[in-house]
């Protein structure tokens, strides 16, 4: 692909947009610019009817199991598992593929049914304050979802 044609697909790509497993889940997939896949979701909270398209997340959930290969963990959040696969290849900050860590992840979406699957950007360990930040995340999706164009 050209340099020039590469960067503006590049920059056409959202910036992550925080979501929760069960919008993913409940999502509809379709092919972008560029032929990438990306995905169309209900917002959250009351006003704007409109679907937020999105093919990059930001997610947060409490690690319920590491697999094997230690590249592959799943996450589970208020409205259900979600996968996250790559994380090896990653910056992690401080050791965070514990079970029972609380952890945020910003990620691209593989696929959204019968459960989300995101291959990993970034994680980061969100333990400290971890009941704060659970009881919170909700309402932090909703509020930026109801202020995105």
């Not at 994380?87 to 019968?114: A, D, E, F, R």
């Amino acid at each position: 692909m050209a340099t020039a044609q590469k960067s503006v697909l590049e920059k056409s790509r959202s910036p992550p947009i925080k979501v929760l497993s069960g919008q993913l889940r409940d999502a509809k997939s379709r092919l972008g610019l560029g032929g990438k896949s990306e995905f169309s979701i209900k917002r959250l909270g009351q006003g704007k009817d409109s679907p937020l398209i999105l093919s990059v997340v930001w997610m947060q959930g409490t690690v319920v199991e590491v697999q094997r290969d230690h590249n592959t963990v799943v996450l589970l959040d208020e409205t259900g598992n979600f996968v996250v696969v790559g994380v090896n290849n990653i910056p992690k900050g401080k050791p965070c593929l514990i079970h029972g860590k609380y952890v945020m992840v910003m990620g691209l979406i593989q696929t959204h049914s019968p459960e989300p699957v995101l291959r990993a950007v970034k994680m980061a360990d969100l333990s400290d304050n971890s009941t704060i930040r659970k009881r919170m995340w909700k309402y932090e999706v909703e509020d930026l979802q109801q202020y995105l164009p």
